[in-house]
Structure formats: C-alpha cells, structure tokens
C-alpha cells in the first residue's frame, strides 16, 4: 500500500487519456453509424488506439458503449455548470435561455448516440438491463441540472412535473430533429413553451 | 377498359387480405425485434404467406416497412376518429382526455416500430429518403387530428406551437416508455401539460 493517489505516474497519465479518446471516439461512432456500424474495433482505430488496448479498458462492447454515453453526458452537464454565468439573470429571458440549453443537449450528437444505444437496448438483452441504469441515472441528473438552472421551487403545484414535461420535449424534439434540421419549427415550440413554464415557475398574482 | 373499381373478384379481396396481414405483421416485427431482426421472411411466416406471395405485394424491405408504417398511423387514426364521439365535450376535461389518447398513440407498439424505424433511416441510405417523406406526412396528419380534436383555434398567438409542443411531448413520452413501464410518471405529466395547454387555448379573460 504505498502508492498515492493524489501522485500519478506518466503511464497511469496516458492509461487516462487512452480512456477518455475511446470513450468520445464511441459516442461520435455510434452518432454516425448507430449501433449496428459499431463495433469496439470501428471506435479503437477511430481513437488511435490498438484493438488489445481498447478491451483492456473496456472487455466488453455494452461495457464500452454504455461507459462512453454515461461519460459524455457528465462532461457535458459539467461543460454547461461552467458556462452558468454566461446565462442571464433571473426571469423570463433566463428561462427561455435554459430551455434552449436543455433542448441543445437533446439535439445534437449525444443524444442521436444515446437514442440508438436505447433503440438497440430494447432488442438485445445484453443491453437492456444496463441501459436502464444508465437511463435513470442520466434522467436524475438532467432533472437536477433544468431543477437548479431554471431556480424551480418543486414544493409548488405542478412545477416538478412542468420541469419533466421540459426534459420530455426536449427528447421529442431531438427526436424529431434525427432525420431532417428542424431547427426552425423548434424555436417556435420551444419560445412558446418557456412563456408557459415561466409563468408556472413564477406566477404573476393579481 | 372492361374493369369496374367498384366490383372485386374473390381474388382481389384475397389479394387485399393478404397485404393488410402482412402490414400489420410487419409493424408486430418491427416493434419487437428491430430493424436488424425484421427481414421480409420474417414477416411472410408470421402472416403465414409465402416470401414469395410478399415479395410480389412489396418488392424491397424498405417497400414493406415504410408502406406497414404509414398504413397502421392511418388506421390507428381512423379509429380514433370513429371513437371520437366517447370523448368528453369541450372543456379542461376534454382537452386531459385528448392529449391522454394523443400520448397513447406515441407509447404503444406502433410507436416502437417507428422508432425502429426512424433510427435504422438515421444510418441506412436506402431507407432515409423514404422515411423523410413518410415522418412529414405522419406529422401533418398527426397535427391535423390533434387541431381538430383540441378544437385549436391556430389564428390565436401561440395555439399552433401548443399543439405542436404536445406532439412533440408525446414523442418524448414515448421514448421515455420504451425500456420501462413510464406510465405513473408520464400521467402526473399528462394532468399538468393538459391544464397549461386548456389555458392557452382558452384563456379566461378577466
């Protein structure tokens, strides 16, 4: 037990750093080419790294792809804690500013990976059981970040359900976003809905 | 010339028999096993036609998939249309009941085929152009319906992008209900979207 640690060696570095290039390299794999198209060799040569190197980080498939979108999704939360103070203060223009923050993160290539790791955790057993997991924990933690961002009191009526409601459209709209850029239609939907879940968060009383 | 449309043979009802069994079969496939696990065979021998009686009905894959997608949307909202008149009259509890037959229509099998479907187009040429085409006229008939049902008058700001929202919420439900039973969760929702969406569409005025 004499290893520290807070001290890491070059080779635990580069072990680190071998990690997190397999586990974009996966995100963006399965983004373009789906479940089917990706295969840890596909993600190892994208990453630079050898087919040996890439299983003893990760033994599995499910292990590297469900690890890569669980990995992304923290980065990327954390990515948009860090840009907090960039959002302005509080009030209508907030609110409509952190729906377009949560609807961007259901829109671009991490959601399109983790829709067909869920399309294909829904056939292949192998999946399943991690993919729910991994669902709830990404769930509780989106629900966390839109509860903070948007400062919602959930002990009032209806509001935890209106945060939901926002994480929900969010996913259809990234949904509906696969295929064509929809992006025009969104920001009609997405303007209406803030007005409404403002004055929720925050009625107006006579 | 000799035909009339209006009188068939034994063997045109067979015919047409026949295709509406292997639509039907395919979407059941389609929604069980995926894209990757529902071949054409597949379908033949759950309808119990030959591969080569279906080959004649839908030439490609893609043929039967797409044509099986779009024909049980329109079926599905035949039905609703026919059973139209069990829905409350207008008022908040028209518009729960309403938005509650819409989220169905999004949380059931056909839901799951499509979704199977839209995510293999996501990655395979040979279907996306095809399914472009199929989610625009899903789309408009789907909105269509829920104008009409939600009595929406889409002249008034914002009417037209609740509605939109609600179809697009829907579709996030959906996916939410995919790899877990979401339904205790998803009704809370259902209560609270609907009281905000009567409220848009008819304001009390003061």
New interface residues.
Partial sequence: MTSHPAVRTPQQDRSRATRARLLAAAVDCLA???W??STVSVVAERAGVSRGAAQHHFPTREDLFTAAVEHVTAERLAAVRTHADELPAAGPDRTRAVVDMIVRLYTGPLF?AA??L??????EEAL?ER??AL?GHVGREAHRAAVEFLDADESRP?V???V??T??????????N???DDSV?RS??I???A??LES?LRPVR?
Same sequence: chains 1, 2.
């Fill in positions: 373009e080419l789906g089917q198209g399109r829709l067909h869920w399309t294909a955790a829904a056939t399943r993919i729910i669902e209806g935890r359900e209106s939901q409601a994480l929900d459209l969010a996913r259809g709209l990234g949904l509906a696969l295929l064509t239609r009609g939907v303007r209406q809905w007005g409404v929720t006579p």
